[in-house]
């Protein structure tokens, strides 16, 4: 325990210089930031991460937790979440570092807290919105909040209301002018506004903006310690050390992308882990129908927790008895059936009421806004309802990618104003002809067709690995085991990410505190090497005149950087499958 301490200090001296650094080049632009320096020393806290790791698994290997006292194992536990506090303490008042995210947050937080939907107006719209007085002919004093969209009278009172909201405080002014794709309205869904609201309503007026940003870190950090805690319960739970809750703990992306960036994905982690904890810890049919609610919940957050619901509701199939057994074969279908069908309606009735009330405006208006990144306002004949986010997100967003990446670009045409990506192999008279194929026949656009294709593709793709990992826990006893299920779940949000054509590193922290029951090590490197991803910004402020192998600015990052941050994890990942396959036969 001793040694862990050491490496608990040791990374604290390392955090110590990284929030430094990071604090000390507030305000700066991107091209003055210590890029280089900063990522340098969290791949050095990484590689104390690992050596913590291995501490700890040599300590549990040579003393059991059946053997171990229990003012040990509190010890112990108590060393790694001490530190656990402190790292995170160190980032919690730092600048976001070449993150922008929370100013959207912030500003859809005054929003709500306002009355008005976030889902009516971009900001741009907000900040060309000139405000007219109540001597001009429109009282806003006299009409309450509204997010109706069939009135053209109600649609202007409240962007007068945000108008006005802009320029009572330079605080909000400032936010509503950082905010990220301005065009766009929210793509946040409603929970996650719900929060944001709340934080609105306790950051004190005329806050400055760095107090606006550290309320809502403290909101988003609340919700990350009850995570830990829930996965503390579900190691207890599958027969484990509490003190393997190390493992997402002390790794340093979450504290990058929370503590520091101020990401809001910890809200949905928080409550997908408290619902896998109530479905484990309490086999009832109330039980179940609550985990049901809180996985509503949390896909009320981020769409992402949804792809749960196959491996959770047959890990309930054929469930009835309290601990949580297979039925027996002579149970009814109904017997068998319940506990899912308890946990999908829990599910199905939470998702309807959180976003019934949100139906029209999180949908696109035009299909003409799938496949496209609006960048600004102008581009919208006048008196267009700005683009919704989330459509826009869905069919548009692509960064980061690997294997999207790999496919979506041999299925691409070459266009002037882009490099041919070294690993395209597909003739061009292929590419050429499906994409006219999909615009000749089903009106997609050209530019989209690549984009589209890939996304169905590895659609059907995650479905039947969703479905396989579903139908295992079904095998032998593997469905009563907490292990398996934990496993299942993991493997499933792991493959997800991997096929998803926006990898940020932040979405992988949807999986990475269900790591301890992943089988493959390969995958505890991937925390490290998403740090790579940030080297975009490092590409296109420094190599825009510069060229690398034939590619300038970020065609470095996207044809080339990508490869060395993924390409190590599946050599390790697919080396170690097939030797331990080839050991074990």
């Known amino acids: ?61 040579e003393r059991s937790e059946s053997v171990s006292s229990t003012s ?3 010890r112990r ?83 007068q209301r945000l108008a006005r909201l802009r320029d009572s405080d330079l605080s909000l002014s400032v936010i509503c002018s950082e905010v990220h794709y301005a065009a766009l309205t929210s793509v946040y869904p409603p929970v996650s506004q719900a929060v944001f609201a709340c934080a609105a309503w306790l950051t004190p007026d005329h806050a400055s903006v760095s107090v606006h940003i550290t309320v809502l870190k403290l909101f988003f950090l609340l919700f990350e310690c009850i995570a830990i805690v829930c996965l503390i319960g579900l ?35 928080c409550a997908v882990l408290v619902a896998l904890w109530i479905l484990l810890a309490r086999r009832s049919i109330a039980s179940r129908v609550l985990g049901g609610i809180c996985i509503g919940l949390a896909i009320g957050v981020k769409l992402y927790a949804i792809v749960l619901l196959p491996v959770l509701i047959l890990m309930h199939w054929r469930k009835n008895s309290p601990d949580g057994k297979l039925a027996k074969s002579s149970a009814s279908w109904a017997q068998k059936s319940l506990p899912a069908i308890a946990l999908g309606m829990g599910s199905l009735l939470t998702i309807l009421v959180v976003f019934w009330p949100m139906r ?62 070294w690993f395209v192999q597909t003739p061009e008279s292929i590419r050429q002809s499906v994409v006219d194929a999909m615009h000749t026949h089903f009106g997609v656009a050209k530019h989209f067709a690549p984009f589209l294709i890939t996304r169905i593709l590895f659609l059907g793709l995650f479905a039947l690995l969703s479905l396989y990992f579903a139908l295992r826990l079904l095998r032998r006893k593997q469905a009563a ?85 993924y390409l190590p994890f599946w050599i390790a990942l697919v080396t170690i499958a097939i030797w331990r396959r080839f050991r074990s036969a």
């Open 1 to 61: 325990m001793k040694a862990l301490g050491g490496i608990g200090v040791a990374s604290l001296l390392v955090y110590g210089v990284i929030a430094y650094l990071i604090q000390s080049s507030a305000g700066q632009e991107v091209p003055e930031q210590p890029i280089l320096p900063v990522l340098a020393g969290f791949c050095l806290a990484f590689l104390l991460y690992l050596l913590a790791l291995g501490q700890l698994k040599r300590h549990l290997k």
């Open 72 to 74: 040990t194992a509190s």
């Open 235 to 269: 190691l207890r739970l599958a027969g484990r050390s509490g003190s393997w809750c190390l493992a997402y703990a002390w790794c340093p992306l979450p504290l990058k992308e929370f503590a520091n960036s101020g990401h809001a994905d910890s809200i949905a982690i």
């Open 481 to 565: 085991s907490v292990d398996g299920i934990l496993q299942a779940c993991f493997l499933t949000l792991a493959w997800f990410w991997l096929l998803l054509p926006t990898q940020n590193p932040w979405y992988w922290l949807w999986a990475l505190p269900l790591i301890p029951f992943a089988k493959n090590p390969a995958w505890y490197g991937l925390s490290g090497l998403l740090f790579l991803s940030y080297l975009r910004f490092h590409f296109e402020s420094h190599w825009e005149d510069r060229s690398l192998l034939g590619l300038q600015g970020d065609w470095i990052f996207h044809y080339l950087v990508v490869w060395v941050e």
């Open 77 to 159: 536990l108590g060393t790694i979440l001490g530190f656990a506090f402190l790292f995170r303490l160190l980032f919690l008042f730092t600048t976001p570092f070449l993150e922008v995210d929370i100013y959207r947050y912030l500003w859809d937080g005054n929003v709500v807290a306002t009355g008005t939907s976030p889902y009516l107006f971009s900001p741009a719209e907000v900040q060309e919105a000139q405000i007219i007085q109540p001597t001009q002919g429109l009282d806003i004093a006299a009409h309450p909040p509204t997010t109706a969209l069939n009135s053209d009278d109600t649609r202007a009172e409240a962007l």
């Open 360 to 421: 029209q405006v999180i949908l696109p208006h035009h299909a003409s806004e799938l496949g496209v990144i609006a960048n600004s306002s102008e581009t919208r004949a006048e008196g267009t309802p700005a683009p919704g986010g989330l459509p826009t997100f869905l069919s548009a967003w692509k960064i980061n990618d690997f294997l999207f990446l790999i496919v979506s670009e041999n299925l691409s045409p070459s266009y002037p104003e882009a490099p041919k990506a």
